[in-house]
Nanobody, 125 residues
Framework: QVQLVESGGGLVQAGGSLRLSCAASGRTFSNYPMGWFRQAPRKEREFVAALSWTGSSTSYADSVKGRFTISRDNAKNTVSQQMNSLKPEDPAVYYC??????????????????WGQGTQVTVSS
């Protein structure tokens, strides 16, 4: 089992930027795709971004393409998400996740192996 701890959430004005980080511990980190989900109040948890363990493949939700960038440092067991041009529809609790499988495949709640506890992102207009 892997433990995931997010940080970097907070309050930012619309149009601003935040960088989320996730520290992983436990089982081998570098062999698994990683990603981010988010959940806004009264909404279902939704996929945001994913990254293969080599970093060569990425996937983004249409709503964040061109604004968010996911990255990882396998030597440090961390994954990050740079969020630029934040919009009023971006506020949510953001969760760091690992894939359940080592292969590169679409991330959805059933294919997630581990969840972090979440970090709150708030955007003021």
């Amino acid at each position: 089992q892997v433990q995931l701890v997010e940080s970097g959430g907070g309050l930012v004005q619309a149009g601003g930027s935040l960088r989320l980080s996730c520290a992983a511990s436990g089982r081998t980190f570098s062999n698994y795709p990683m990603g981010w989900f988010r959940q806004a109040p009264r909404k279902e948890r939704e996929f945001v971004a994913a990254l293969s363990w080599t970093g060569s493949s990425t996937s983004y939700a249409d709503s964040v393409k061109g604004r968010f960038t996911i990255s990882r440092d396998n030597a440090k067991n961390t994954v990050s998400q740079q969020m630029n041009s934040l919009k009023p529809e971006d506020p949510a609790v953001y969760y760091c996740v690992t894939s359940r499988e080592k292969i590169w495949m679409p991330l959805s709640p059933p294919t997630v192996g581990s969840w972090g506890q979440g970090t709150q992102v708030t955007v003021s207009s």
